[in-house]
């Protein structure tokens, strides 16, 4: 009886958090941009947001008249719901990055379902607007997480090519590793949350001089 109940509760809730982040469209994966527009690249930014670096990576964005994506952590944007609003005001994406951040592939399924709403019924409370995307923390995924982040009507979504500006190797390295892999369709990978992240901030004005030297602009992904 105990081990019946005990299933039932966990139906129940995945059930309750599935209703609570109930999709008011269906979505269709193929219309969601998932790299980069041809001749462009992408700059994307996890762990968010934060009252110390985000604003200050708006406010460098703006200079340059470019529109990027930022995937939020859901605990972060429920303690600074006033960033998120600053950065959809500012004209970027706002996306899923987990709840908490965990390595979704570890989780069992109540786990992995509230990691995965949590972030939409967030959001939504702040912005009236639910994400496209969930992008896995880690890199983490395999076929189930992908097949429960679709069931909670989102898209999955790999990390971009990693600039580990959370290594913090230095303005300069990070500058040039960015350069060194910048092409057209490439999605970049930065953090804005979690972390000291003022060598992202510091490096962000080179990065973007550098890649429209190469003749490339920029570009959003998870928008439809």
Not at 34 to 63: H, N, Q, R, S
Not at 120 to 149: D, E, F, T
Not at 192 to 210: C, H, M, N, Y
Request: charged share 20%; net charge positive; hydrophobic share 45%.
């Amino acid at each position: 009886m105990g081990t019946l109940l005990c299933t039932l509760k966990n139906i129940m809730i995945i059930f309750t958090l599935y209703i609570l982040s109930w999709p008011t469209f269906s979505l269709n994966e193929q219309n969601i941009r998932k790299v980069a527009e041809k001749g462009t690249v992408a700059l994307t930014f996890d762990d968010g947001p934060t009252v110390e670096y985000t604003p200050k990576i708006l406010a460098i964005l703006k200079k340059y008249h470019i529109k990027a994506t930022f995937f939020m952590v859901g605990m972060n944007a429920k303690a600074h719901p006033e960033v998120v609003r600053m950065v959809l005001d500012e004209g970027h994406a706002i996306n899923s990055h987990s709840m908490t951040h965990p390595m979704l592939t570890k989780l069992n399924d109540i786990q992995l379902a509230r990691e995965i709403a949590g972030p939409q019924i967030v959001i939504n409370k702040i912005i009236n607007k639910k994400p496209l995307c969930l992008r896995y923390p880690y890199g983490a995924s395999n076929a189930h997480v992908r097949s429960m982040i679709r069931q909670y009507n989102l898209v999955p979504i790999p990390m971009g090519w990693n600039s580990f500006d959370y290594n913090r190797p230095g303005v300069n390295k990070i500058v040039a590793w960015v350069l060194k892999n910048a092409h057209s369709g490439q999605v970049f990978l930065f953090h804005d949350g979690f972390a000291k992240r003022e060598q992202t901030v510091a490096a962000l004005p080179a990065i973007i001089e550098g890649i429209q030297k190469k003749g490339l602009g920029f570009s959003q992904i998870c928008v439809d």
